[in-house]
């Protein structure tokens, strides 16, 4: 095995990081089926990249949050590993690329070493915990998110009962009703309230983008705070149970919704609530580490350009709640940023405001705690880095996912249209530098990792075929998404699809017909107005393919000409398993029971001698060539196949055995009983398997 550092304070995280490497080992060896490794590799933050041989890298860093030391840390960890670049992520994470497989484990033991993970950063997990970039800080908040994302973050962290979902499940929290965290599009969104002087939250459920973007459905009006991690835990539990599992397209948790309904999947959370170990889970924020602004004086100094100044201070700095302090917006084109800028940047915030940064859902960097003072030496320092370009989260923020640069599902390039529209804007459109109005977002591909379905104007990556049989890079137009607030959106229509290479007269038709047209109105409610036919008129014949030249194809951000070329999406982590594996997997989640059990987390060890019969009755059905889905539909299979035929011999039917987790509250005597009953069944199968196998022979 790989021998590498870990220096680790906790002996979970470097048990975590030894199973990689092992698995990594096993794997190599042909131990492990390769669709199988994917998906442990995946809940690892270790995610297949478009170039082959390289692994690329997501670093979870809950909320956005991220310390000095841990930027630094991270830096180190790109400089050593991958190429010197780090990428923030829509949903507050860092990215690195170009990472070799086989120095994973080494690389996130040196991670660890500051508290930073990479565990269930990708994969059919609960993905980063986002939320308001000006959580803490913000003049219209109730109170900070922040310690109730961080403490959600903590406890489903390794959580058995989210583990191995069908599909990944995401989280957000917005700290006012301006819903920054966007609520409505998360399968569960957290919009923090205040009723009769308790704290608590409005609850959305089962929102998401992708091809079939849906809006969350309004779960709770008004949650108690100490309400937030048991309700998580039942719709968790729920989502495992019923989620579907054979097709990947409808694994989301909205698709969940729309079979069964609201009412019916609350009545099912309900009926969790009695496995649930905690009915009430009491979030201290005292208990919860904030950032302290540093007291220093500030250099005198003064601005030569002061009407570049004036412009960047009415862009991107934001007034904070607490007196005296701003917070300053960083845009960070295509949230692509180097390690010499992130460690001169993580030395400045360190001496001169809080020793954090924030990273935002729009690819950004936020500063908070900066004194009023301050203000003009770190336009000084942020310019040397080539940190003070107007326009933070403004309409010449144009968000982008990383498209063809190195996602295996990128149809088109979504960076380099991105940074063409940029270049049109701030040319031809100088006043939008202002707009905080106009939202633009790209995405690659139809999965919408650059959230263009919910955007004012969003552009998809596709690609179109002309008679001749020749493939060019195109992009879908939609317009009309937008945020309304506390919940509230509207996604985006599909309006029209153009070559690529026409993507920015697209935008100057859509802008200059705004211009003239809208008289003061929001981009949203002016689409609303004039509705999708007006536009699809206003941009149809861009969509002739009659007419193509050379340039057309030929993507933007390259020279050559276009291929299309579609890797498979790791996105969720498609699983198919072969017998042996799944009764490894078996054996080890009975060993997490044992280990849970031993800790006396009585909660988790049923969980996982639960999965342990769900993964074993899997298998069975497996080696017949009996397709399975659901975890209810395996359970249901296995008894009306096997039990009710007498060819297994359980003494009672698989569902009453397997069903007391829903029955017995999480308790000593009961978590013991199921491990053994979990032991049992497996033995039970294990034998039936053999005897399979001989009579085969």
């Not at 309006?495 to 697209?506: L, N």
């Not at 149809?540 to 999406?569: C, H, M, P, R």
Request: glycine letters at 6%; hydrophobic letters at 40%.
């Amino acid at each position: 095995m790989q021998s590498f550092r870990t220096e680790l304070e906790s002996p979970v995280v470097e048990k975590d990081i030894i199973e990689l490497a092992n698995k990594i080992e096993l794997f190599h060896n042909g131990k492990i089926d390769e669709e199988k490794f994917r998906s442990l590799r995946l809940a690892r933050g270790v995610y297949g990249q478009r170039q082959e041989g390289v692994q690329m890298i997501r670093i979870k860093l809950p909320y956005g949050k991220v310390l000095s030391h841990q930027l630094r840390r991270i830096s180190e960890v790109s400089d050593e590993y991958s190429r010197s670049r780090l990428h923030i992520t829509t949903r507050q994470d860092i990215q690195i690329h170009y990472v070799d497989l086989n120095r994973t484990p080494e690389l996130w033991a040196e991670l660890e070493r500051d508290n930073v993970t990479l565990r269930e950063a990708c994969g059919n997990t609960v993905r980063n915990v986002t939320a308001s970039e000006t959580a803490g800080i913000d003049v219209n908040e109730p109170f900070d998110v922040s310690p109730y994302a961080d403490a959600l973050f903590k406890f489903f962290l390794r959580n058995p009962i989210c583990q191995e979902m069908g599909r990944k499940f995401k989280v957000s929290f917005s700290g006012t009703d301006e819903d920054t965290g966007l609520s409505y599009m998360h399968d569960l969104g957290f919009i923090a309230k205040i009723e009769n002087g308790v704290k608590g939250f409005k609850v959305m459920l089962g929102g998401g983008l992708g091809s079939q973007p849906r809006h969350a459905d309004l779960f709770y009006e008004f949650l108690p705070s100490d309400k937030i991690i048991p309700l998580m835990e039942g719709v968790l539990r729920v989502f495992d149970r019923y989620g579907e599992r054979k097709s990947r397209a409808k694994a989301r948790l909205k698709f969940l919704l729309k079979d069964i309904e609201l009412d019916a999947f609350k009545v099912l959370v309900e009926e969790e609530q009695n496995a649930v170990e905690y009915k009430t889970v009491v979030i201290d924020e005292n208990n919860y580490t904030a950032s302290k602004p540093v007291s220093v004086t500030a250099p005198k100094l003064e601005i030569e350009n002061t009407k570049a100044f004036k412009l960047w201070k009415s862009t991107n700095v934001i007034p904070q709640k607490q007196e005296g302090y701003f917070a300053i917006g960083i845009k960070v084109l295509l949230g692509d940023f180097y390690t010499d800028k992130a460690r001169l940047l993580a030395d400045l915030v360190e001496q001169y405001a809080s020793g954090e940064i924030r990273l935002s859902l729009r690819q950004n960097i936020l500063i908070p705690f900066v004194k009023e003072d301050l203000l003009p030496y770190f336009y000084v320092e942020l310019e040397k880095l080539g940190f003070v370009e107007a326009g933070y989260n403004k309409a010449v923020d144009i968000t982008a996912c990383p498209g063809t640069d190195t996602c295996n599902l990128g149809i088109s390039s979504s960076t380099g249209i991105a940074e063409e529209l940029e270049r049109v804007i701030k040319a031809e459109y100088p006043q939008y530098l202002e707009n905080n109005d106009l939202v633009i977002k790209i995405s690659g591909c139809m999965n919408a990792c650059g959230q263009h379905n919910m955007a004012n104007i969003g552009f998809q990556g596709m690609s179109i075929r002309t008679k001749d049989k020749l493939v060019a890079p195109a992009l879908q137009v939609l317009l009309g998404g937008g945020n309304l607030g506390n919940g509230n959106a509207y996604f985006a229509d599909k309006v029209v699809k153009v070559p690529s290479r026409r993507g920015p007269e697209a935008l100057r038709r859509i802008l200059n017909d705004f211009e003239a047209n809208a008289k003061g109105q929001l981009f949203v409610d002016y689409y609303k107005e004039k509705g999708e036919k007006y536009f699809y008129q206003l941009l149809t014949d861009l969509s002739n393919i009659e007419n193509l030249t050379q340039e057309d194809f030929i993507d933007w951000g390259t020279e050559e000409q276009y291929v299309k070329a579609i890797g498979i999406g790791e996105c969720a982590g498609v699983v198919i398993d072969l017998i042996a594996t799944l009764f490894l997997e078996s054996d080890e989640k009975i060993e997490e029971a044992k280990d849970a059990f031993n800790n006396k987390v009585y909660s988790s060890a049923i969980y996982e001698a639960y999965r342990s019969m769900v993964n074993s009755a899997k298998a069975i059905l497996l080696s017949e060539n009996i397709k399975t889905n659901t975890q209810a539909g395996i359970i249901k299979q296995f008894d009306e196949l096997f039990v009710e035929t007498k060819r297994v011999d359980l003494g009672t039917s698989f569902s009453d055995i397997i069903y007391q987790i829903k029955v017995f509250p999480p308790s000593e005597d009961f978590a013991i009983n199921y491990i053994n009953t979990a032991t049992k069944f497996l033995e039970s199968v294990r034998a039936f398997r053999e005897e399979q196998v001989e009579v085969k022979s």
